[in-house]
């Protein structure tokens, strides 16, 4: 066994100094979040092919930019997430969120033209409108190039058109392309819907997403896989069911703040995947039960 080391804080320290000290300090929460910075480090290291997945919530927030950070490090390879992230990446390119309060008076925001997503407001017109002024244009372009669309290629070609420092435009200069099962869950996919009942032989090739993340369970079959995993919901599940494909993944971080007794995949813990094949059974993988806003620009800043 080996002792509990205390954690020393000086001023002007680096990030990665305090979370290397978090390994050896004991708790429930910062040796997790050391292992994880560590398993990352080696992943990347090791050319491990490696998916992000995570909700559109944290993409309202400053966490945004933790995540352009983290794909521009080169730590991951292909993207798995939710519909949301496509509306705020965009609306935020060109309009600002504002901070908030969770107990603000929501029926007040109504009155207000505002909208509330936990304790950041956005102003109506900063969210929809901005998104539908977007993606018109730009589907109108693609659609004279041809009509049938994989989200995955539609999203390259998006992202070829951000702002930098976007989530969508990282992606596409770090070659890491974008999944997102749930399209149609969002102002993405009202666009997407809207253009449609326009031009009725625009069409959304779903499958073809699906082929190509066939294409890289088996063609990765002898090699490794990892996966960082925000949150949960579909973009959790959809790399995880992918996985077992090729036997399970053989790197997993976990941060959730969500509990295994509440029902949810979202609270569903690594071990319970391993039954399924999901992850392997000798995988290195760590669940940090914390709050990602805090909990991931933390790793970030220590890679």
């Known amino acids: 066994m080996k002792p509990v080391e205390d ?10 100094e305090l979370v290397d000290m978090f390994k050896n300090s004991g708790g429930f929460t910062a040796p997790k979040l050391g292992a994880a910075v560590e398993l990352i480090k080696e992943m990347r290291r090791k050319k491990v092919e490696t998916f992000l997945s995570f909700t559109a919530d944290i993409v309202s927030t400053g966490t945004r930019g933790a995540i352009v950070d983290l794909i521009n490090s080169g730590s ?16 935020r390119s060109y309009k600002n969120y504002y901070r908030g309060d969770f107990m603000l008076n929501d029926g007040q925001l109504l009155k207000e033209k505002k909208y509330r997503l936990g304790n950041v407001v956005i102003p109506q017109d900063h969210y929809g409108k901005v998104v539908e002024e977007k993606m018109m244009p730009f589907l109108e372009r693609e659609y004279q190039k041809k009509k049938k669309w994989a989200i995955s290629d539609l999203l390259h070609d998006l992202g070829r058109e951000m702002k930098k420092n976007s989530i969508i435009n990282s992606a596409y200069e770090k070659g890491v392309d974008i999944y997102i099962p749930g399209y149609t869950d969002g102002s993405f996919g009202s666009q997407l819907w809207s253009f449609w009942e326009m031009n009725r032989d625009f069409a959304i090739d779903s499958l073809e997403d699906e082929h190509r993340l ?4 088996f063609n990765s079959s002898k090699g490794k896989m990892g996966a960082i995993i925000i949150g949960g919901g579909i973009s959790k599940h959809h790399v995880i069911w992918w996985n077992q ?11 959730t703040t969500a509990q295994e007794f509440d029902g949810s995949l979202s609270g569903a813990q690594p071990r ?8 392997k059974p000798r995988a290195k993988q760590v669940l940090i039960e914390g709050e990602a806003t805090v909990i991931l620009p933390l790793i970030v800043a220590s890679l």
Not at 7 to 16: A, H
Not at 272 to 279: C, D, N, R
């Open 245 to 255: 494909f090729r036997g399970g993944l053989d790197y997993a971080v976990y941060i």
């Open 7 to 16: 954690i020393r804080t000086r001023k002007g320290m680096k990030v990665s």
């Open 272 to 279: 319970e995947a391993v039954s399924w094949g999901k992850i």
């Open 76 to 91: 991951v390879n292909h993207i798995i997430t939710t519909a949301g992230t496509v509306d705020h990446d965009l609306a």
């Open 214 to 217: 066939s294409e890289i369970m």
